[in-house]
């Protein structure tokens, strides 16, 4: 006769804010707060000082989701977030450019205008 055993403790998941910070960073290159930052820094000592009663025992867990789902190049070191923040930036920012000029001379070839000025800065686009 088999003893019924119990049923394994069900695995912590990764709080849905961390889970949004992380993606923000990611794809935004939005710096999340200290608690996520220090982790993201590989400061783990500052980590466990920082964290809440929610991430305080979820750290492990929130390390490696970060290990799991963040670049390479992203995390590890304070300099590597500092730097894939800035590209990432530095790369929505190019290509909100790249849209703002197409969204443009899309304007202007359905208005059929002659595209005069693609500089936003300068001024008026579009001739009369």
Same mark, same amino acid.
């Given at each position: 006769?088999? /003893?019924?055993?119990?049923? $394994? &403790? *069900? /695995? $912590?998941?990764? *709080? +849905?804010?961390?889970?949004?910070?992380?993606?923000?960073? @990611?794809?935004?290159? @939005?710096?999340?707060?200290?608690?996520?930052?220090?982790?993201?820094?590989? +400061?783990? @000592?500052?980590?466990?000082? =920082?964290?809440?009663? /929610?991430?305080? $025992? =979820? =750290?492990?867990? @929130?390390?490696?989701?970060?290990? +799991?789902?963040?670049? #390479? +190049?992203?995390?590890?070191? #304070?300099? #590597?977030?500092?730097?894939?923040?800035?590209?990432?930036?530095?790369?929505? &920012?190019?290509?909100?450019?790249?849209?703002?000029?197409? %969204?443009?001379?899309? %304007?202007?070839?359905?208005?059929? =205008? %002659?595209?005069?000025?693609?500089? *936003?800065?300068?001024?008026?686009?579009? #001739? %009369?």
């Amino acid at each position: 006769m088999s /003893t019924p055993t119990a049923a $394994p &403790a *069900p /695995t $912590p998941q990764v *709080p +849905d804010r961390i889970r949004e910070s992380i993606h923000r960073y @990611i794809h935004c290159g @939005i710096k999340p707060g200290s608690f996520l930052r220090a982790v993201l820094n590989n +400061d783990l @000592i500052t980590a466990v000082v =920082l964290a809440d009663e /929610t991430n305080a $025992p =979820l =750290l492990a867990v @929130i390390v490696a989701h970060v290990h +799991d789902t963040v670049p #390479a +190049d992203a995390w590890g070191s #304070a300099r #590597a977030v500092e730097s894939y923040s800035v590209r990432m930036e530095e790369a929505i &920012a190019r290509n909100n450019a790249e849209s703002i000029k197409y %969204q443009r001379g899309m %304007q202007a070839q359905s208005h059929r =205008l %002659q595209y005069r000025n693609p500089d *936003p800065c300068s001024g008026s686009y579009f #001739a %009369q």
